[in-house]
């Protein structure tokens, strides 16, 4: 079974600092996808970003982008020039991209990022 | 921009109960699915289900639960008795065709008294 650890519980970042989010994960597939979620204290889930495995370049967006280490199952969020918005809990997410358990996304247990002014 | 909508977004039933959560999925989306959250802990996969059956479901989704869509455009999440346990954010989200826009729905707050 697929296995996401994040193992940060909390991390905290000055404003206009970087910051990074660690995650790892644990499959047999060698096609799948990851990501990570944004949960802000409303408890909606948005998503920040999206890798597919077979990419070997990293994704972007924005303020945002991801250290994609396939061979050593490593995926960490990196949040640039960090804002008082960006504080909520993050998750990572897994994904395999076909067989039986297609579509169902497999989270850690989540970093609580604070931003101080 | 298309979205998943829930209700109710808050919901307070008594133990023993049954209580029925409501999403309305994208309105081209083929996979639907439900994640149950509780309080300060991961989000958890509950079921999907394609082509008007359950494709997967987890060991959380026992007899209690149940999953319909009656009616080709709602995807409903049934708990015939609930337990104090149940408390918890339910999320729907939806998917297109290779896991395309898959979306989460702002979720149902359900507490159990």
């Known amino acids: 079974a697929q296995t996401v650890t994040q193992s940060q519980p909390e991390m905290s970042v000055q404003e206009a600092e970087t910051v990074t989010l660690s995650c790892t994960y644990d499959?047999?597939?060698?096609?799948?996808?990851l990501f990570w979620y944004k949960q802000p204290p409303s408890r909606q889930m948005i998503l920040v970003i999206r890798?597919?495995?077979?990419?070997?370049q990293n994704a972007t967006e924005n303020r945002f982008s991801v250290n994609f280490q396939k061979a050593a199952k490593s995926f960490s969020l990196k949040i640039s020039d960090s804002q008082l918005g960006d504080a909520a809990m993050y998750f990572c997410?897994?994904?395999?991209?076909?067989?039986?358990?297609?579509?169902?996304?497999?989270f850690g247990q989540g970093t609580i990022l604070t931003v101080h002014p | 921009e298309p979205e998943v909508t829930q209700t109710p977004s808050h919901q307070v039933t008594q133990m023993g109960q049954e209580v029925i959560l409501r999403c309305v999925p994208i309105?081209?989306?083929?996979?639907f699915y439900w994640y149950r959250q509780i309080l300060g802990q991961k989000v958890e996969f509950l079921v999907s289900?394609?082509?008007?059956?359950?494709?997967?479901k987890s060991e959380i989704f026992d007899d209690q639960f149940s999953v319909e869509r009656p009616d080709g455009s709602n995807f409903t999440l049934k708990i015939r008795s609930t337990k104090l346990e149940d408390s918890a954010m339910y999320f729907c989200?939806?998917?297109?065709?290779?896991?395309?826009?898959?979306?989460f729905g702002s979720g149902t707050r359900l507490t159990v008294v």
């Open positions: 989200a939806s998917s297109g065709l290779g896991g395309y826009g898959y979306t």
């Open positions: 499959t047999s597939e060698s096609d799948y996808y």
């Open positions: 890798q597919e495995a077979y990419k070997q």
């Open positions: 997410a897994y994904r395999a991209a076909g067989g039986t358990s297609y579509g169902k996304l497999t």
């Open positions: 309105s081209n989306h083929l996979y």
């Open positions: 289900f394609y082509n008007n059956e359950i494709s997967e």
